[in-house]
């Protein structure tokens, strides 16, 4: 099949998110080598062109609410709500004209009712056309969780469910959930781990383990994410002290997620010396967000528009990513692409990003201490690590290599060659 002529369709609820961030790169890095990608979301959370969406008018999007809410009875029931996540409904996606002319289906994250599992079957079963199912968190490979949290029952079934101790028919729901999304998946679907981490996680999983599961990292568009040598903005709009060294924090979810280790991030603070030549910068976050720390710091909110947010990250010193299980972060990528160097816990996808002590630094997992050992190294010699960040993001993250490496997913083989016995 020519290039220019495989049509591939992305698959993802609504146009706000990490997930969307990511697919609406990837989408981009496609058309780049010249294939016909586009993007079919649920509905539109903010208006954007060129994004096409199945839902056209509020007052669908109204009642779709409704029966999704109503169809989530168990999970209230049991108290896992939050916690666990499932696909029971879902719209008839395949009645859209994307979908009717697509080679490729990549799903990127289709809850909220976008697809039930019997559509996820039908679309391999039914159509013939070729899944690739992009993992930007643990979703596809588990019972319904997003990320797991340590447990590694995925690999067993999800037999015994840690949210749902000692209820029998919990536990009997979570399975029966783990056995329906094995089905769907099991015609013609593939993975893409966007990092190492999650690929190996994914190919210990019973129902993606005989699968092609193959890594490939989200691209990032380096025409947007660069070193701003013309910061002095920044400091302006925000009355930012002039003179000290800056520390940055992506507060999205920092309260709810305790996965984004938030409490280590304070108690690493803490240990910081010198407290009166830092000065922290928040954003993602509301404008109330409140840092209960012995140091100066300036809570900027939601950034909307990239070249704002590409100029924060070039203005920081150190960027800070305490989460204590994470894939491939967007953030970490984006102030790499700015030239600052991140410092995290040696977990999940980070490894895939960071260097230690070349591009950043990797601390021991819940050694705040550490963390704030990297804060000040990484803050003291930004200019030294900065050319490590630039030269790693152009080798691995830039458009056309990632859509290349795509392209050449789509065309292999959806199971693994039976060269162990595996069936």
């Known amino acids: 099949m020519e290039n220019k002529r495989l049509k591939v369709v ?43 969406s199945f839902y056209k008018s509020n007052m669908q999007i109204f009642f779709h609410k409704i029966i999704y809410m109503a169809s989530v009875s168990k999970l209230k029931k049991y108290n896992i709500i939050g916690n666990i996540y499932e696909s029971k409904i879902g719209v008839n996606i395949l009645k859209n004209k994307l979908m009717k002319s697509a080679d490729i289906i990549n799903i990127h994250w289709v809850n909220d009712g976008m697809l039930s599992y019997n559509g996820i079957k039908r679309l391999g079963e039914k159509t013939g056309k070729r899944i690739v199912w992009t993992l930007h968190d643990m979703y596809a490979f588990t019972a319904g969780c997003y990320y797991s949290n340590g447990c590694d029952e995925y690999k067993r079934g999800c037999t015994h469910c840690h949210y749902i101790e000692n209820n029998n028919q919990a536990q009997t729901y979570i399975t029966s959930l783990f056995r329906k999304k094995k089905d769907a998946l099991k015609e ?55 003179g000290k060294k800056i520390i940055l924090f992506g507060a999205m979810s920092a309260f709810s997620d305790k996965r984004k280790g938030y409490g280590y991030l304070l108690k690493a603070l803490e240990f910081v010396e010198n407290k009166k030549e830092y000065h922290i910068i928040v954003f993602g976050g509301k404008n109330d967000f409140l840092l209960p720390v012995n140091m100066e710091y300036t809570n900027i909110g939601v950034i909307n528009n990239d070249d704002d947010l590409a100029m924060i990250y070039s203005a920081a010193d150190v960027f800070i990513a305490p989460s204590i299980q994470e894939n491939l972060s967007n953030t970490v990528m984006e102030s790499l692409a700015c030239g600052t160097p991140v410092v995290a816990f040696n977990i999940g996808g980070m490894p895939d990003l960071i260097e230690h002590q070349k591009n950043g630094y990797l601390a021991r997992l819940y050694d705040s201490e550490d963390l704030a050992e990297g804060i000040q190294f990484c803050s003291k010699n930004k200019k030294d690590l900065s050319s490590i960040c630039l030269k790693l993001v152009n080798e691995r993250f830039n458009y056309k290599i990632i859509g290349e490496k795509y392209l050449k997913h789509y065309k292999k083989k959806v199971k693994k060659i039976n060269e162990e016995g595996v069936k």
């Open 188 to 242: 013609n679907v593939s993975f893409v781990g966007c990092s190492n981490w999650i690929s190996g996680c994914a190919n210990e999983s019973i129902i993606s383990k005989n699968c092609l599961v193959e890594t490939i990292p989200n691209p990032i568009d380096l025409k947007i994410f660069y070193p701003r040598r013309d910061f002095s903005r920044v400091y302006q709009r925000y009355m930012i002290p002039m």
């Open 10 to 52: 992305h698959l993802i609820a609504t146009n706000e998110g990490g997930a969307y961030r990511a697919a609406k790169r990837i989408n981009w890095a496609l058309n780049n080598i010249g294939v016909d990608s586009k993007i079919l979301i649920l509905f539109k959370r903010k208006e954007e062109p060129n994004i096409n």
